[in-house]
C-alpha cells in the first residue's frame, strides 16, 4: 500500500510518501494509524494527537473506523485550510 | 408571484448534470473577468454571474507570503465531488473553480468560483456553498512565511469554517 503525508504531518513523518507491506492484522484506518505510530519516533510524533488526523483512502475522505479493503493509497494530513 | 418561478424543460438537463463544471488546480494566476466570460458565453440562458475570488492578506504587515501545500489529484477529484454536489442542489448553467497551489504574496489571488444560473439565488447560494465546503473538504494546507524572515507556521483550521459547511445540511435545495 502506498502512504502519502501532506504539511505538518509530512513534517513529523520525515517523508512525502512511502510504500508498506500491510499485515493482515491491520484492517481499518484506525489499525493502521496505530501500527505506524508504533513504527517508529518520527510516525510515532505525526500521529500522536490521534483526532486531528484526516485520512483519504484512493484519495477519498474517510472516517478513523472505515475499512482499508482494498484500498491502493491511504493518505494522512491535518485539517485542511484551503480557500 | 412565486420567488422562484418554475423554468422550463432546461433546468432538468442540469440537474440531471447538464451544467457545465470546470475545476482547476494550478500554480499559475487567474483572470476572474475572463473567467466570467467564457462560463457566460456557454451558457446563453444565464440570468445571474456571481464570482467569489479569495485573497492572500498581508496580516497587518505581518505576512511576506503563503505556501499552499495540496495533494494532487484529490484537490480536483474533491472539489469536482463538491461541484457535482451544488448542481444536483441548485439549478445551474455552469461552475468554474480555479485554486491556486505554491507560494502566494499579499494582495494575490488564491481561489476564484464563478457560479452561473438562469436566476440570482442559485448562483448566490452555489458560490457559498461551493466556498464553505472547499475550506473544510479541498486538501489544501497554508504555511506563513512572515517578513521578518521567520517561519509563522501552518495555518489552523477553523471551527467556524466547519460550522459555515455544516449549516447547509439544513438548507433545501432551490427550485429552479
Not at chain 1, 23 to 49: I, M
Not at chain 2, 21 to 49: C, H, K, M, P, Y
Request: proline residues 5%.
Amino acid at each position: 500500500m502506498q502512504l502519502r503525508y501532506f504539511a505538518w504531518v509530512r513534517e513529523r513523518v520525515g517523508l512525502e510518501a512511502e510504500e508498506i507491506d500491510l499485515p493482515e492484522t491491520v484492517t481499518t484506518v484506525a489499525g493502521l494509524l496505530d501500527w505506524l505510530a508504533a513504527r517508529d519516533d518520527a510516525h510515532a510524533a505525526a500521529f500522536a494527537d490521534r483526532g486531528t488526523i484526516r485520512v483519504a483512502l484512493d484519495q477519498m475522505h474517510v472516517e478513523h473506523d472505515a475499512p482499508l479493503t482494498g484500498a491502493r493509497e491511504a493518505a494522512f494530513f491535518p485539517p485542511m485550510t484551503g480557500g | 408571484m412565486s420567488p422562484h418561478p418554475s423554468s422550463p424543460a432546461g433546468s432538468d438537463q442540469t440537474r440531471a448534470g447538464g451544467a457545465d463544471i470546470s475545476v482547476r488546480i494550478q500554480a499559475e494566476d487567474f483572470d476572474a473577468g475572463r473567467e466570467i466570460a467564457a462560463l457566460t458565453a456557454s451558457n446563453g440562458n444565464t440570468g445571474a454571474v456571481v464570482t467569489f475570488t479569495g485573497l492572500c492578506r498581508d496580516e497587518d504587515g505581518r505576512l511576506a507570503a503563503l505556501e499552499l501545500e495540496h495533494y494532487p489529484g484529490m484537490a480536483e477529484a474533491e472539489i469536482t465531488r463538491i461541484a457535482e454536489e451544488a448542481c444536483q442542489r441548485w439549478p445551474l448553467g455552469g461552475l468554474t473553480v480555479i485554486h491556486r497551489h505554491g507560494r502566494i504574496v499579499p494582495g494575490a489571488n488564491i481561489v476564484l468560483v464563478v457560479a452561473v444560473s438562469r436566476h440570482r439565488r442559485a448562483a448566490f447560494e452555489a458560490a457559498e456553498f461551493l466556498m464553505d465546503y472547499l475550506k473544510t473538504r479541498a486538501p489544501f494546507w497554508k504555511k506563513e512565511h512572515l517578513r521578518d524572515g521567520g517561519d509563522g507556521g501552518w495555518v489552523d483550521a477553523r471551527d467556524s469554517d466547519t460550522r459555515d459547511a455544516d449549516r447547509w445540511a439544513a438548507v433545501p435545495p432551490v427550485e429552479p
